[in-house]
């Protein structure tokens, strides 16, 4: 499709795509392997901080969280300036949630991107739906 061969142009020209708040995009919400198919082709994601700790509702806060456990985003961020108390809220949860070794990486990673070095995603997973049963 057009974002996949948009992903491949970009990485041929050298340029590695971010894609941010993914967790907030209506139509990777409704089928998480949109986002899985990007990573697959080599996009980086980008989940905001503000997600993650629950700021914009107890969905996108799931759905950042399993982006996390799956691997497939690669850098945490804030969105508006005077934010870094958000940031470090995300961390903190994330470092609880998955280990310092997690956290670590989201830090490292928005370093490496800053400085303009090689970040790539690795050890992502698709997200299967739960199978809801209703029991009467």
């Known amino acids: 499709g057009y974002a996949e061969q948009l992903i491949f142009d970009l990485k041929r020209k050298g340029t590695i795509p971010v894609i941010v708040h993914p967790e ?49 985003v690669q850098i945490v961020a804030h969105s508006l300036p005077g934010r870094k108390f958000v940031l470090s809220e995300a961390l903190y949860r994330i470092a609880e949630d998955f280990g310092e070794d997690k956290a670590m990486e989201f830090e490292d990673n928005a370093e490496k991107l800053i400085n303009g070095d090689y970040v790539s995603a690795h050890n992502y997973s698709p997200i299967k739906k739960k199978k809801r049963f209703l029991f009467f």
């Open 24 to 72: 907030r995009n209506k139509k990777i919400q409704d089928n998480l392997d949109i986002l899985y198919d990007f990573i697959s082709n080599g996009a980086l994601a980008q989940v905001t901080a503000t997600s993650y700790v629950g700021g914009f509702g107890e969905h996108v806060a799931k759905i950042s969280h399993d982006m996390v456990e799956h691997n497939l």
